[in-house]
């Protein structure tokens, strides 16, 4: 229990750089996953939300599949289509707005 707590406050220094920032020079429409799950790991839920609005329909998502893996649901493609679509329109609000 006591490394899971220290890995958990050192995994800012394992993180990956952004190459589209690092090259290009602006940020890609993931810029801010890895801090805003490293966030949620700490128990910061309101600041992983502001980092990177669309981590809880990425959760929500990738819950659903692997529940659906186990146990096949009723009306799951409707149900993955729906997630996917809320996800996908999250990250493009989120990168159109960090550009406004």
């Known amino acids: ?3 899971l707590i220290i890995l958990i406050i050192e ?8 190459f589209t920032k690092k090259f290009l020079g602006f940020d890609c429409p993931g810029c801010g996953l890895q ?4 966030l949620l790991l700490q128990g910061e839920f309101i600041a992983a939300f502001k980092m990177y609005p669309a981590i809880y ?3 929500l998502l990738l819950g659903f599949l692997m529940i659906n893996n186990f146990y096949k649901i ?3 493609n409707i ?6 679509i809320i ?7 989120n990168y159109i707005l960090k550009f406004i």
């Open 79 to 84: 149900i993955i289509s729906s997630l996917l």
């Open 87 to 93: 996800t996908v329109v999250a990250i493009i609000t």
């Open 11 to 18: 995994l800012e220094n394992f993180m990956l750089p952004c």
């Open 1 to 3: 229990m006591k490394t």
């Open 57 to 59: 329909g990425i959760l």
């Open 74 to 76: 009723r009306h799951s």
């Open 35 to 38: 801090r805003s799950a490293a």
